[in-house]
């Protein structure tokens, strides 16, 4: 919809399931942050199933994809596949105005598989599409074409993957979580890449 409401909202794009994530990697210079300056839409979506007698969460069926705002499909949506929460962000102009600089890279995770973590408090069994084994693609938000395979994550109970980082070298760090995750770092992953290198991916820490 216009940001001015001069027209009624029209549908660009409808998908099964619950929508988890929307990315607008917005481009331009200067202070201009909203969707209103966004040409493409990233998105995943997802299916969740809670099975009381077993205390069982299930989530499954998660897709990701890319759409533009004028509803052309740029990539339709991928099964087994989710972008991660966040991405390489232009680094900091000289000015005084700028609140945010707009995405560089977004990155998508392809080859998602079932990894099962149970919370020890209250029996309950979380069931997931997850990162673990899943390939890092590096995704020019320009272009929106793959411009690297970032790496492989190792086999672990890790689930999703988030972070936002900005700088000239063009690395950074992302971060790895599960339904047990809480604040404590000992229960997230630290992962180190650089957004155009092949196999830069580095796990930092162990934990999941």
């Given at each position: 919809m216009p940001a001015d409401g001069s027209a009624a909202p029209s549908v660009v794009d409808a998908e099964p399931g619950r929508?988890?994530?929307?990315?607008?990697?917005v481009q331009g210079a200067g202070p201009i942050w909203g969707?209103?300056?966004?040409?493409?839409?990233?998105?995943?979506?997802w299916l969740q199933s809670t099975d009381w007698a077993t205390h069982t969460v299930t989530r499954s069926g998660t897709q990701s994809g890319i759409v533009g705002i004028d509803g052309t499909v740029v990539q339709a949506p991928l099964a087994d596949s989710t972008f991660v929460n966040g991405g390489e962000q232009a680094p900091?102009?000289?000015?005084?105005?700028?609140?945010?600089?707009?995405?560089l890279t977004l990155f998508q995770v392809r080859g998602l598989s079932p990894v099962s973590v149970t919370n020890s408090a209250t029996g309950v069994q979380y069931v997931e599409d997850a990162v673990?084994?899943?390939?890092?693609?590096?995704?020019?938000?320009?272009t929106n074409q793959a411009v690297a395979t970032?790496?492989?994550?190792p086999i672990s109970t890790a689930t999703a993957l988030s972070g936002t980082f900005r700088g000239t070298a063009r690395t950074?760090?992302?971060e790895a979580t599960n339904a047990l995750s809480t604040g404590n770092p000992t229960t997230r992953d630290l992962y180190e890449?650089?957004?155009?290198?092949?196999?830069?991916?580095?796990?930092?820490?162990d934990n999941l």
């Open positions: 929508v988890a994530t929307l990315l607008f990697p969707v209103v300056a966004a040409s493409f839409v990233y998105y995943e979506t900091w102009p000289n000015d005084t105005t700028t609140t945010a600089t707009p995405y673990s084994g899943g390939s890092l693609i590096a995704i020019d938000a320009g970032v790496g492989t994550l950074g760090f992302l890449l650089n957004s155009q290198t092949s196999n830069s991916l580095a796990r930092v820490t």
